[in-house]
């Protein structure tokens, strides 16, 4: 059983995206990545980083959280629909968000801090160009609870990938 967390997130969808990240984390599923898709006021996925779990260096949150939003609302289209992640998307997930037609992401922490827990989001996001392109899709938000998420995810025993 996971024990409740010391923090919480201002935005109910962020704390509900915090929550799916630390039931992956202690259930050895991957990274501190959890996240919501939310569409005229009510969830329509959610999912947390899966890579060690899944054996897939692709299923991160956001990822896993259009997968199942697509399937709940048996389309391949989330116009409309906003993200809250807590940690900035990586490349392929920021990629994914727009080819998927959401219309906004929040995130919690940002490619700085994954660089803190042993993630390489920055070396990537440099080949790829960085994020000036995306100044009004990318909103931060909520970034004390998910640094505190993430220091949880630190001290825990965990395969680095």
């Not at 024990?3 to 990274?31: C, S, V």
């Not at 054996?55 to 389309?75: F, L, P, V």
């Not at 992640?85 to 990586?90: A, L, N, V, Y």
Request: glycine letters at 8%.
């Amino acid at each position: 059983m996971i024990q409740p967390a010391d923090y919480k997130a201002e935005n109910e969808y962020m704390q509900m995206a915090i929550e799916e990240a630390r039931e992956g984390i202690y259930n050895q599923h991957g990274g501190p990545f959890g996240s919501v898709i939310v569409k005229d006021g009510k969830v329509i996925g959610k999912g947390h980083n899966c890579v060690l779990k899944d054996k897939d260096s692709t299923c991160h949150g956001e990822i896993a959280a259009i997968r199942n939003a697509e399937k709940n609302i048996d389309s391949y289209d989330l116009s409309g629909a906003v993200l809250y992640t807590t940690g900035e998307p990586c490349s392929m997930c920021l990629a994914a968000c727009v080819w998927a037609n959401i219309e906004k992401v929040y995130y919690g922490c940002d490619i700085k801090d994954n660089s803190l827990i042993g993630f390489r989001d920055s070396a990537l996001d440099k080949l790829f160009g960085g994020r000036i392109a995306f100044n009004d899709f990318l909103v931060q938000i909520d970034r004390e609870a998910c640094l505190k998420l993430f220091d949880e995810y630190n001290a825990l025993d965990k395969t680095i990938y």
